[in-house]
């Protein structure tokens, strides 16, 4: 039985001559291969269990944007787009006020998620309305590596596509009739703040400011005090590291660490974090990324809390510490965009 699907929401492994893409058409123009992706017949109990999988995230994707509309109905306009980044169409939800303060071009944020097949989720959304209420419009692609849009889309691919897909939301925003284009700014959380960093360092005119929140800035000291099983699944997931470690394959692993490139750094950097964080230690990431900023003469500001609540996921708690971030970020913005 052949269940139809949706562009972007085929299910199954990809890889060899004749994978199918985000769209089940096969890499070599052969039709025929949407059937591995959607016959819940198959004998293959890997492919079945992958498309099962699948159809969950996107199901729970669904209920996601659908909640975000419900919640936001007088006040926040959700539309999602499927944006050019390499050939590849990545979806991006755009956020624009109903009822602008004001007419014309208006600044915009390009946020980027973490995880390492995270999406846009519901703690993002006291963020995404406080950036939008403030009458900028949000940009929030599911860069390469989310899940919930099929296996095209969940590919992992560490400091490379994430990189180019929000390089990519950004010229998108910058060609938006409703966007000023010399005020677009980015921000991220977690990897997101990685792919922050890694963005306006390889393309340092493109933002006009940034905010990196817990950032990840150096790869090969996160593989370090990761336990085996994450390290290898990090390796093996990431065409880029080849299924190395970074004793193996060195130079592709300093290549994606922010902390090796703070010198490209143009964009003045809102630096939020906190002490206590054992997913993104603060000595070893946002210390060091300060330290380099201030030495390379770089635009900054910090602020670090005291053991904020959550560690590294504080943003998603109803605490102060979020709430004082959440001021922080808008007037950031506000400062460097309006």
């Known amino acids: 039985m052949l269940l139809a699907t949706m562009p972007g929401t085929s299910a199954g492994s990809e890889g060899g001559r004749g994978a199918p893409n985000a769209f089940g058409r096969s890499s070599d123009g052969r039709e025929g291969a949407l059937d591995s992706f959607t016959n819940t017949t198959t004998d293959d109990p890997a492919a079945l269990l992958k498309h099962l999988q699948q159809e969950i995230y996107v199901t729970q ?17 959700l539309e999602t787009e499927y944006i050019n980044s390499d050939g590849e169409l990545i979806p991006t939800h755009v956020f624009t006020p109903i009822k602008a303060a004001t007419s014309g071009r208006r600044a915009a944020v390009v946020m ?4 390492f097949h995270e999406r846009l989720e519901p703690s993002w959304f006291p963020l995404v309305e406080a950036v939008v209420d403030a ?26 596509t994430d990189v180019a897909d929000v390089l990519a939301a ?15 700014g980015v921000l991220g959380q977690s990897r997101g703040g990685m792919v922050t960093l890694l963005a306006i360092e390889r393309a340092p005119k493109q933002f006009k400011a940034a905010v990196d929140i817990v950032g990840l800035t150096d790869f090969v000291a996160y593989m370090s005090y990761k336990p085996d099983y994450r ?11 080849k299924g190395k470690l970074p004793h193996e394959n060195l130079p592709a692993y300093i ?25 993104v230690p603060y000595s ?13 003469g770089k635009t900054y500001e ?18 102060p510490e979020r709430e004082d971030a959440l001021r922080r970020v808008v007037a950031w913005f506000d400062r460097w965009l309006k």
Do not use: C, W
């Open 112 to 115: 980027v998620h973490g995880g």
């Open 170 to 184: 950004g010229r998108y925003a910058a060609a938006r009739p409703d966007v000023d284009p010399a005020r677009i």
């Open 231 to 241: 390290r290898k699944e990090v390796a093996e997931s990431n065409p880029g590291f």
């Open 284 to 296: 070893l990431h946002t210390g060091r990324l300060i330290d380099a900023l201030k030495a390379n």
């Open 302 to 319: 910090a602020k670090i809390y005291d053991d904020a609540p959550g560690g590294h996921v504080f943003m998603k708690g109803s605490t």
């Open 61 to 77: 994707q669904l209920a996601i944007l659908t909640q975000f509309r419900l919640d936001h109905a007088d006040r926040i306009r």
């Open 135 to 160: 009458g900028y419009v949000v940009l929030f692609p599911e860069y390469r590596g989310s899940r919930g849009y099929g296996d095209a889309i969940y590919q992992n691919d560490y400091g490379n």
């Open 255 to 279: 290549n994606v660490s922010p902390i090796n490139f703070v010198e490209k750094i143009e964009a003045p950097v809102l630096v939020l974090a906190t002490t206590g964080d054992k997913i």
